[in-house]
């Protein structure tokens, strides 16, 4: 049913009720907005509505103090919108590898009432594509009880499990409106550096999986002369198009859906959604699949690129939080690490700066008071920085540790060196 205005089609939400929200670039604002407004409302306010997600775009006003009445959020990635209102109460995060996300909502761990989508306008035969971001939205979508979708001419029509027939629909909601697009960076010669060790260890022929962000970028950048390569990855953004248009990438090594650049959701520039415009070359894919470690494995020389908040001595990851302040989540990285490691020729690795801009020391004696550990010492293999990298498959703990001071910042060698002495003693 087409609906004249947002108001009209988040009505079908009751108090009491889980909201499933579509993220990243897909995060249906217009939807959302209108339910803020309903909370704010005496007529027709809401009660105890949870709204489930990954990370999302926009101002997240429901995450406001002032809403603790209408809604609760379980994040499933924490956003910047949200890591200043995170109470760990009303608004909380909800630990969960990505592999396993679409199975919280398919299994009834986390039934869903309703969902907000974005999508793209239907084709001929009557079906929208989810767009930019598969990822958990289509486990999602089959569930709940209520689809309602804002349709976006500007949304990508993406190949892959992201098609939804307009029927499922109960609640159409016409809108043309930019997606949201990350601000670019500049890449320094600290991670330059990061992106040409982490290059040196990529094979012609390898299956890449990275992220959005600076180190993956730069990794991106060091590869133009490599051939053959193929992607496997839980999302990509615009640094993965030179090297599609130089023909560095065509996939055709990939032991699983070759000649296709797979992925489950994807974030970045205008640039890059025309080009997954009803591109058959790329096809988005359910992440309970993307990540799941036995499918990443059936790819050889899987590379496996991420990165971390910081490392310990012994090699324990901390990659979702500053000490006890979550800041973003568990994500894939477990997913493709231990699925590069099971690779045949796979190379699981981390790679980090050895300092924060600030002048923080990443590779720490011990984790801070209440870091998670995303990554536990046992799954850890390459760690790179800008001063080399290193392999802690099969070294023991002592062994590993000359192997990370040796990686860290010169200024923090020393201190490093002494710290372990102590805690040897």
């Known amino acids: 049913m087409k609906v004249k205005d947002a108001a009209e089609a988040v ?64 994040s499933l990635f924490v956003g910047e919108n949200l890591r200043g209102r995170l109470d760990g109460a009303r608004v909380d995060y909800l630990p969960c590898f990505l592999s396993e996300m679409p199975f919280l909502f398919r299994s009834g761990v986390r039934p869903v009432d309703v969902a907000f989508v974005q999508v793209s306008p239907p084709d001929a035969h009557g079906f929208c594509s989810l767009g ?13 009880k209520v689809v309602v979708a804002e349709v976006n001419p500007r949304m990508p029509r993406t190949h892959g499990d992201g098609f939804i027939d307009q029927r499922r629909i109960a609640r159409f909601l016409e809108v043309d409106a930019a997606l949201p697009e990350p601000e670019p960076h500049q890449l320094d010669d600290v991670e330059r550096a990061i992106g040409r060790h982490v290059a040196a260890l990529i094979e012609d022929g390898s299956t890449l999986q990275m992220g959005i962000g600076a180190i993956p970028d730069a990794v991106l ?22 090297l599609i248009d130089r023909g560095v990438v065509d996939n055709t090594k990939k032991a699983i859906h070759p000649g296709k650049t797979v992925s489950s959701f994807l974030f970045g520039s205008r640039a890059l959604y025309d080009y ?10 359910d992440c ?15 590379v496996a690129i991420n990165s971390a908040v910081e490392i310990d001595l012994t090699g324990q990851v901390c990659a979702d939080s500053i000490g006890t302040r979550v800041i973003s989540g568990v994500g894939g990285q477990m997913d493709f690490l231990r699925g590069a490691a099971m690779s045949e020729g796979g190379k699981p690795i981390l790679a980090l700066p050895s300092r924060t801009r600030t002048g923080r020391a990443r590779i720490v004696p011990r984790l801070q008071d209440g870091a998670g550990v995303v990554t536990t010492r046992a799954h850890l293999h390459w760690l790179v920085t800008e001063h080399g ?37």
């Open 11 to 74: 009505a079908l939400v009751r108090s009491g009720q889980r909201v499933f929200v579509h993220g990243a670039a897909a995060t249906p604002l217009r939807l959302l907005e209108a339910l803020v407004a309903r909370a704010d409302s005496r007529a027709d306010s809401l009660l105890d509505v949870e709204l489930i997600h990954l990370h999302t775009a926009g101002p997240a006003a429901y995450a406001d103090a002032r809403y603790a009445k209408s809604f609760r959020v379980a």
């Open 132 to 144: 930019t971001s598969v990822d958990t939205a289509k486990a999602a979508v089959d569930v709940a």
């Open 221 to 242: 950048a060091a590869l133009g002369g490599h051939r053959h390569l193929g992607v496997h990855t839980e999302m990509f953004s615009d640094g993965l198009l030179p």
């Open 276 to 285: 997954v415009d009803d591109n058959q070359a790329v096809v988005l894919l």
């Open 288 to 302: 309970g699949y993307v990540n799941r470690p036995n499918v990443i494995a059936r790819n050889p020389r899987v």
């Open 389 to 425: 990298a290193a392999n802690l498959f099969g070294r023991t703990l002592h062994e590993r540790a000359a192997a990370l001071i040796a990686l860290a910042h010169p200024d923090d060698r020393e201190g490093l060196a002494k710290a372990w002495r102590d805690q040897k003693h």
